[in-house]
């Protein structure tokens, strides 16, 4: 049997990771519980494997999403490297694939292969196959299901009716890898928190479940538990990609790793302090706060990562 190595903790924080250690899975997870900070931090690769060039991503349903819901999220994957060249407007215009450069940055420094994320299926799971309450193995499992690519990840989403094992009381998602056989895959799961603790995975949507209160944000696609998850999605694919199998990019014990878009907790604009996102772009029409500008017009919030020069966090705004 694989054995379990219990997770650590520390201060929480808005963004705090944990790691579950099993023989055969590494994992990191990202909690929203109170309003504390770190100082930046400096990341140091640790000479292990990372994604490169082209990542195939496949991506399963559980549970009942809308088609509409389906697409804030599939869109989001897909303004992470756009084909098209970027145009005048884009160049000034702060966008998903800017911000997805600093993940690049890291891949590039490591001496290994700008990236190309690609969506390459979807399958849906609103028979709830594995029922509605879920171990963290029972995730491994519907990713090991859905198979991966080489080099690709298997994106686990779950739905606001689904809950999983340590959801809302340690992680609002996680990254991992399995094992099987000689081959290892990579995997992420998140989990839509509308409905069980938005005051924890959907902040700066919905109030802080801990500490300093004040005015939620605007979703910027109206939805405040997918718009939750694209932050933590973000946050956990640019781990996945930086450090998937625990050897890349991290600071720390590799058992809690702070990982890219976890070193600048609750930074999401220039100017942020704890309870407050920082200085953001507001949507004229629905008075929503975004920081970024996606695919067909989309328009999403995403965490402040470590620029790895200057070794502060970079907010897009």
Request: with cysteine; glycine share 10%.
């Amino acid at each position: 049997m694989a054995s379990i190595r219990q997770p650590k903790e520390s201060t929480p924080v808005l963004v705090f990771l944990l790691l579950l250690s099993f023989t055969d899975l590494c994992v990191a997870s990202r909690k929203l519980s109170s309003l504390y900070q770190p100082p930046p931090t400096i990341l140091t690769y640790h000479r292990g494997a990372l994604l490169e060039g082209n990542i195939p991503i496949s991506v399963l349903w559980y549970g009942k999403f809308s088609p509409s819901q389906r697409s804030i999220i599939t869109d989001f994957l897909l303004s992470l490297t756009p084909p098209h060249r970027p145009t005048t407007f884009a160049i000034i215009t702060p966008t998903v694939s800017k911000w997805w450069r600093t993940v690049d940055y890291y891949v590039q420094k490591a001496g290994k292969r700008k990236t190309h994320v690609l969506l390459t299926n979807q399958v849906l799971d609103e028979g709830y196959s594995m029922g509605r309450l879920l171990r963290r193995s029972d995730v491994s499992e519907l990713a090991r299901r859905l198979g991966v690519m080489a080099g690709g990840v298997a994106l686990v989403l779950t739905a606001a009716d689904v809950a999983v094992e340590g959801f809302c009381s340690a992680a609002c998602g996680m990254h991992g890898s399995v094992a099987a056989g000689s081959a290892r895959s990579v995997y992420i799961w998140v989990g839509d928190s509308l409905s069980q603790c938005p005051g924890q995975c959907a902040w700066p949507f919905h109030e802080p479940a801990y500490g300093q209160q004040g005015q939620p944000l605007g979703a910027p696609n109206g939805d405040v538990g997918l718009d939750g998850m694209v932050i933590n999605l973000a946050t956990l694919l640019a781990g996945s990609v930086t450090n998937p199998y625990g050897g890349g990019f991290f600071q720390g014990d590799r058992d809690a790793p702070v990982e890219v878009a976890a070193g600048c907790p609750g930074v999401y604009g220039k100017g942020a302090y704890p309870g407050y996102a920082g200085k953001l772009r507001v949507d004229v029409k629905t008075k929503a706060s975004y920081n970024v500008e996606g695919e067909k017009g989309r328009k999403y919030l995403v965490p402040a990562l470590l620029d790895p020069i200057s070794n502060s966090c970079l907010p897009m705004v």
